[in-house]
């Protein structure tokens, strides 16, 4: 049994598996004429068995019905895989699977907050080697390109500041240890919300069902 629910997503109704071995959210095709509020754009990467895959994100101009609930202005990110919903919002509801039946229940919790989805990083994109991470490409505009990171430095390793002493404190910043030709420096890049907000009054905002940071 692959488990899927119908969700409608900015007004059109997808198919999602419910991939509990995913930490995204919702993942969809690129090939759909969504509406964004930011276009997707390359946020990330990882180390997949053909090579290095390229992670793509935007905002959609819209909401997603999903179990019941709506998600306004979510990030979606785009893959050409199957579309899925994964634990980043799974998590948030209690899913029993009946193999014999192929029956699925789905229950939704109480961990909603009053809070916008968003994605944080540096802007930098990375990919591994033996010496670290490899810059390889950056976010336009992003905090790490504005300290002047370039493609093709070497990372060697790096430490993050919080805002304060408690561990579930978001990160404020990244301190990476770049070798760049025969130098080494250090750059302090600030962590910011990669995909913004669209520019809605904060009352509005506040009314909205948005769900925690992914």
């Given at each position: 049994?692959?488990p899927?629910?119908?969700?409608?997503?900015?007004g059109?109704t997808?198919r999602l598996?419910?991939?509990?071995?995913?930490g995204?959210g919702?993942?969809?095709q690129?090939q759909?004429?969504?509406?964004w509020?930011?276009e997707?754009?390359?946020?990330g990467?990882?180390?997949?068995?053909?090579?290095?895959?390229y992670t793509?994100?935007g905002?959609?101009?819209?909401?997603?019905?999903?179990f019941g609930?709506s998600?306004?202005?979510?990030?979606?990110?785009?893959?050409?895989?199957?579309?899925?919903?994964?634990?980043?919002l799974l998590?948030?509801?209690s899913?029993?699977f009946?193999?014999a039946?192929?029956r699925?229940e789905?229950?939704?919790g109480?961990?909603?907050?009053?809070?916008?989805m968003?994605?944080r990083?540096?802007?930098?994109?990375f990919?591994?080697n033996?010496d670290g991470?490899?810059?390889v490409?950056?976010?336009?505009?992003?905090?790490?390109?504005?300290?002047g990171?370039?493609?093709g430095?070497?990372?060697?390793r790096?430490?993050f500041?919080?805002?304060?002493?408690?561990?579930?404190q978001r990160?404020?910043?990244k301190?990476?240890?770049?070798?760049?030709?025969g130098?080494?420096?250090?750059?302090?890049?600030?962590?910011?919300d990669?995909?913004p907000?669209?520019?809605?009054?904060?009352?509005?905002?506040d009314?909205?069902?948005f769900?925690?940071e992914?």
């Amino acid at each position: 049994m692959r488990p899927y629910y119908d969700a409608e997503i900015g007004g059109i109704t997808r198919r999602l598996l419910l991939d509990t071995g995913s930490g995204l959210g919702f993942e969809v095709q690129p090939q759909r004429r969504w509406d964004w509020t930011v276009e997707p754009l390359v946020v990330g990467s990882s180390m997949g068995i053909d090579g290095l895959q390229y992670t793509r994100a935007g905002r959609l101009d819209g909401q997603v019905q999903f179990f019941g609930n709506s998600y306004a202005y979510p990030i979606l990110r785009v893959s050409d895989d199957t579309e899925l919903v994964g634990t980043d919002l799974l998590r948030d509801y209690s899913i029993t699977f009946d193999q014999a039946a192929q029956r699925l229940e789905v229950i939704p919790g109480s961990t909603f907050s009053n809070q916008p989805m968003v994605l944080r990083g540096t802007g930098a994109i990375f990919s591994p080697n033996a010496d670290g991470m490899k810059v390889v490409r950056l976010v336009p505009g992003s905090p790490a390109e504005r300290v002047g990171m370039e493609i093709g430095d070497q990372v060697e390793r790096t430490a993050f500041l919080k805002r304060d002493h408690f561990e579930l404190q978001r990160v404020q910043s990244k301190s990476y240890y770049v070798r760049r030709g025969g130098r080494r420096f250090q750059l302090e890049v600030p962590v910011v919300d990669l995909i913004p907000l669209p520019r809605v009054g904060r009352a509005a905002i506040d009314e909205l069902p948005f769900k925690r940071e992914l």
